[in-house]
């Protein structure tokens, strides 16, 4: 009956809580919910036990009117094996199990692995594939069934990354480079997010994960490596002047382009993306306006100042932030 209520409140928590840590996609996410596992049966076994003993000794208590019984040194030895003896070697089991799988996760065998850098900022990834000369934003696409190290970084304050389904928390600290390898077991949309308080707008770093089939990854990256289009209408080509004069170049690149900025988000596919802002906003033609025009509507405490444009100038930069598929 106890254990009903304990397994029912649990998994009503578990569920309620976290993006599905136990519901891996992910061989290292797999790992740490098998320790999860472990521990959640020892700690109902123990939680089980003292309930069981506690109910003895209340009912005992009541048969004998509250009087211990005399020369009993049933309650010492109880002391020494139930309160000394049994939690040591519970506690010892657990310290064991956790090592063993963390110095399992830490393990960095030699096979070769798909390099990506994630670089943290205030409040947005920048995401590199270095080896392909692709670079995108709050954004992580995978293979599916190959290693991937990410290599991590931070440009200010400490963050943490965290793709629940994927595998456990990485910090990303300024000044150091921290590794961590990921194997996706399936195909499909994972959510990310910053796991360390790191500002006003630390909820609103969301990293889209997704996990592709590995023909399709290749497609994706080679696909992504391609400089941006040239703009195809007068606008748009008008826009890009926009983008050039009015200060979006000196924070954003756009592959193929004067604009080489690296403080901002690299735009060269930026059309592509399905949200704007690391996830607050959707990718529409609004709310690209409202973000470019002013960004502290959209996400207060974000570093993107706003940019001062006439209806037309907006218009033209509209058509051609379009243009980067
Ligand atoms: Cu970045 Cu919290």
Redesign the pocket.
Known sequence: MVAAVVLVTSSALVSACGDGALDPKGEEASTVAGLWWVLFAVGTVVFVGVLAVLTVAVRRGERSGGEPAPDDDSGDRFVTWGGIAMPSVVLLVVVVAGVWVGRDLRQSDESQALRVEVT?H??WWDVEYPDDDVRTANELHIPVGEPVDLVVRSDDVI??LWVPKLAGKIDLVPGHTNELRVEATEAGDLSGY??????LQ?TN?RLAVTAHEPDAFDEWLAERSQPAPEPSSDRATEGQRVFIDQGCARCHRVAGTDAEGDIGPDLTHLASRPTLAAGVVDNTRGALGGWVLDPQQTKPGSLMPPTRLEAEELHALLDYLETLE
Do not use: I, N, R, V
């Not at 910053?194 to 500002?199: D, I, K, L």
């Open positions: 943290a205030q409040y963050h943490s910053c796991a360390e308080f790191c500002g630390h770093m």
